[in-house]
Every structure is written in C-alpha cells, then in structure tokens.
C-alpha cells in the first residue's frame, strides 16, 4: 500500500516536471519571438522617428524641387537625387555585366584548381572588406592616380566595385539551383557551352540573378561612408549636364565628370549641421532613402518569391 | 576507284569540311567568351590586390614620418594639430569600446533568434520572419546614424543622467541591433546543419524541444555559432556612419562608454571631410589607419570562415 502511494507520488512529480518543461517551451518560443520582433521594431520606431521629424518637408513639393540652401526652410533634395540616379547607372555598368560574366565563369567554366579556389577566396574576402576601405582605394586609384576627381564617375565606380561580390554571390547561388539535367539536354542536341550557358542556363536563373543585382543597387544608393572618402562632401547647387540632348547624338556624356551630391551624403551634411532646423531636411532626407530602399529590397524578395513558384523542376 | 571518287565529289562530303571549318569558328568563339568571363573573374583578384597595394604604397610614405614605436604606443592621435601625434590606440580603443557593446546586444538577442527560427519556428514563421530581417539588413546606415543620435542618446539621457550628447553607448547599442539579422542568420544556418537524426535521438530520450536545442543542437553547432559571432565583430568594427555621427569625433584613449570617442573609421570620415592636400601627412594617415582597419577585418573574416568551415566539415 505504501509503495503504491509513493509511486503515485512519484508520478505526480513526473507529471509536475513534464508540464514545467512544456512550460519552458512555451516561455522559450515567446522569447525567441520578441528577440526576432526587436529587429522589427527598431525598424518601424525609426521610420516613425523619421516621418515625425521630418513631417513638415516631407510632403511638400518645393523639398523635391529645390536646390540646397543656407536656409533650411528653403533647401531641398533637387540635386541629391538627380545625383543618385546618375551615379546609379555608373554602378549599374560597371558593376552588374562584370558580376554575372564573373559568377557564370566560377560556376560553369573554372576547373576545380588552386586556381579557382584562389578566386573565390578572393571574392569571399571583398564581400567582408568594411565600405570605406573601399573609399580609400577610390581615393588612391580613381581620384589621384587616374585623375578623375571627384566625380559622378567616381562614384558610380566606387560603389561599383562595392556590389560586385554581391552580384557575383547571387549570380552563382541562382546558376547553382539549375539541375544538371536541362544542361545534358542541351549538350544532347549539339549545343556549345557557351549556348547552354546563354541559352538555358542564364534564361532560367535570370530571376535569382535580379533579386541579387536589386538589393545590390539597393545597398549602393544608400552607402554613405565610401563617398565621403573621396572627397564629395560639398554644397552642390546645380544639376550636371543632362545625359540626354535634343540634338544629335543624342547622348552626352559630360555630366560623367561633373561634380554631385547623393542623397546620404545630403542627409549626413544635413545631419552635421548644429542647427536643429536642418535636422527636419536630415530626417525627411533619411525617410526618402528608407522609402526608397525598401521598396527595391521587397521587390527583390517579391521577384525571387515570383520566381520559386513559377519554376518547378 | 571509281566508287571512291563519287563518294568523294559527294555533297554530302564538301559539307564535312565546311562543317569542320565552321566547328574551328565555333571553338574559336567559345575560347573567346570562356577567356572574357575569366577576366571578370579575375576582377576580384585585381580589386584585392589594388586595395593592398593602395593602402600599403601610401603607409609606407605615412611611417618614414612615424614610427611603428610611435604608432603603437603613443597614446595620443593629433596628425592634423601643431603639435602631432601618431598614437593609434586612442582609435583602436574607441573601435574595440563600440564593437564590444554591440556584440553585447547582438549576441544575446541574435542566438536567442537564431535557436527560435531554426527549432521553434514553423516553416510558415520562418519564411515571413526571414525577409523582414534581409530588410533591416537593407537600411542605409546614415539612416542608423541619425537614430543613434537623435533618438537613442536622448532615451538614454533620460536613465543616465549627465550622458554627453556624443557617446560610445549609444551607437554602440545601434550597430548591435543592425548586426542581430546577420548573426542571427549565420547562426541558424550552422544549426540546421545539425543532423535530424540528432534531434530525433534526444526526443526519443524524453527531451523536450527546449533541452534539446540547448544541450544538443547548440553544442553541436558551436563552432558555426562562434564563426556568426566573429563575422559580426568584423561587421561591428567596419561601420563607419553611426559612429562618425553619434560617437563624436574626438579621439580619446578611454575604454568608457559614457564618453565620446572616434573610431578608426570615424577618423577617416573626417578627415576626407575636411579638404586635405595629396600628399600630406594627414592624407596619408587616413590609409595608415585604413591599413590597421583592414588587417583587423581581415584576421576576424579569416577566423569566422575558418570556423565555419569546421562546422560544415563536422557533418
């Protein structure tokens, strides 16, 4: 009788101990929730911080239109943004042909050398490189060495250079996920490596390869410190040479010379100044380029999300 | 001999030869592009090679000024002041300073996150909690900047009092936050590397899901979850904005995160703000301190990888 009792006894411990580890579950998965929602909420606190500050200029039309100024009522994002733009499609040439042709030879062409493995550590490597380390090199090389100055070349260059591991990661990861199969297929009816490549290889991973490239330029149109670094922090009161003429050619291509501003740098310049008038502009700034910035971050996930679902292999 | 030269005047057979030579053309090209995008992958070998060359060809001329004695051991950075100084430790010091209270935040909260997604989570959670974290990895860090000083300083002004509006603390707790995706994302990663078959022996064994993730699947992974913890040190030590604009430009050799302080990266910042003439000794400081800041990624990029690959390795 006294043995069962304690066996009894026993088993409601058991069963207090199993519910108290249940519990721990439960307590854990709430915390591990909060501990990935702090991310979140940082996020939403910022963009709420930034909206409120910057509420007065953010939808007015002169802050688009307007050049900056001495007086913080009257300046504006005019020339920051044309210069984003600008520098975008400088980064844009040089950074997204080059990161593909170089993922699309990693994955398909190299041989599986020292050679190779010397390259890829290589790319693994500049992915890690801080942004400004960058800066300095655009400082040394692009600046002084060859003479460019500080220019929308400059920095569409620099920031360029910046993306490429980034293009070239993604390139590889998209190539990777194409079965063996669809390129024994298009060997089978006689077609060249290049042919595959083109043909097959590149068409079906063209989705992944975007989502890279996107949150690439997304990353660039917000990098800050690299353009600091060569020297581009001044007061840009004017828009370059349009790129686009009435008269034949057509395009010119003067304005890849001409001094500019972006919009993180008008925002850190704003940021910089004692003055709390200017810090409204900073922070309704700083909301542009958030706005601006996720919209081409969630793009990139809704292309790769578009993507999976459509392909089926 | 008569059937042999028909065979020989037939189409069929011009068509070889013409074939062959068409094969040449084709290979010719096929050479052409394979040798074209070798050199785009070549690229990232000159791009390392011209920021080595770069950073080393301008602090050569930077130490026949300063020596490394100097360098190392002064303990003050004034190369722009009449009377300079050359000690790099003030901005090594307030790097480290920041760093540290960042990993304070990442840490935690990033194997916290990383234990939830790879153990608890659905897979439905997982795929919706996923991409909002690439999205805080996409915020421009200017953006983070004027947070650090425009909001979390004056927060933490309000629980400090006498906290000067340019200190360590608070963009140190910033970066902490903009790391978390990233150590959190490594970290998971080594931990679905651990075999199912693990798992399932721990369940068998009465384990709930808590003990398993902490006394099987963390321990196994940990060398994967000490690589995301270095590779966040890299990213920590490397950020630039946050600090330039929350942490005050003043270099100091103090290890206090009540004070303000500039960082290897805020120092540079500066000075290329500033209008410095080619050449001189403050231009070719900022590579110095580019050099100590690149060396300092890149032993703990090399250390992270190399941990990472252990776990990978393991199983």
Known sequence: MNKQASALHNLDEVRAMIKRHKMNDQIFSIIGLIALMVGLLTLLILFIDLVMDGYPKLFSWDFYTNFPSRRAANAGLLSAWVGSALVMIVTFISAVPMGIAAGIYLEEYAPKNWFSDFIEINVTNLAGVPSIVYGLLALGLFVYILDLGQSIVTAGLTLGLLILPVVIVATR?????????????????????????????????????????????????????????????????????????????????????????????????????????????????GAVIIVVTLLMNAMAIRVRYKMRKKIKW | ???????????????????????????????????????????????????????????????????????????????????????????????????????????????????????FASHKTRE?????????????????????????????????????????????????????????????????AVPMSMREGSYAMGATRFQTAIRVVTPAAVSGIIAAYILGISRAVGETMVVAIAAGQQPTLTFNPMEGAATITAYIVQVAMGDLPHGSIGYQSIFAAGLVLMLMTLFFNVLGHMSRKKFREAY
């Open chain 2, 1 to 119: 001999m008569n059937t042999v030269n028909q065979v020989l005047k037939n189409p069929m057979d011009m068509q070889i030869s013409d074939r062959l030579a068409k094969n040449f053309r084709r290979n010719l090209i096929e050479r052409g592009i394979e040798f074209i995008l070798m050199l785009a992958a070549l690229s990232a070998v000159f791009i390392t090679i011209a920021i080595v060359a770069i950073l080393l060809y301008e602090s050569f001329a930077f130490f026949e000024h300063v020596s490394l004695v100097e360098f190392f051991t002064d303990t003050q950075w004034t190369p722009l002041f009449e009377d300079a100084h050359y000690g790099i430790m003030p901005l090594v010091a307030g790097t480290l300073t920041t760093s540290a209270i960042a990993l304070m935040v990442a840490v935690p909260i990033g194997t916290i996150g990383a234990i939830y997604l790879s153990e």
């Open chain 2, 128 to 192: 919706t909690v996923k991409p909002i974290l690439e999205l805080l990895v996409g915020v421009p860090t200017v953006v983070f900047g004027y947070f650090a000083l425009l909001f979390v300083t004056p927060l933490l002004q309000k629980f400090i009092p006498g906290l000067p509006a340019f200190n360590m603390l608070g963009p140190g707790i910033v970066i902490g936050i903009m790391i978390i995706p990233y150590i959190a994302s490594v970290a998971e990663d080594a931990m679905r």
């Open chain 1, 173 to 285: 990861e998209a190539i990777r996920g194409i079965p063996v199969a669809i390129r024994e297929a298009a060997y089978a009816v006689g077609a060249t490596k290049w042919q595959v490549v083109y043909h097959h290889v590149l068409q079906y991973s063209i989705g992944g390869i975007l989502t890279g490239v996107i949150i690439g330029m997304a990353r660039a149109i917000g990098e800050t410190a690299p353009i600091i670094t060569i020297g581009a922090l001044t007061f840009i009161a004017f828009l370059p040479p349009s790129p686009v003429t009435s008269t034949a050619p057509f395009l010119n291509f003067d304005w890849l010379t001409s001094g500019f501003t972006v919009l993180p740098i008008q925002m850190f310049s704003w940021l910089s100044r004692p003055s709390a008038d200017f810090h409204v502009n900073a922070a309704a700034a």
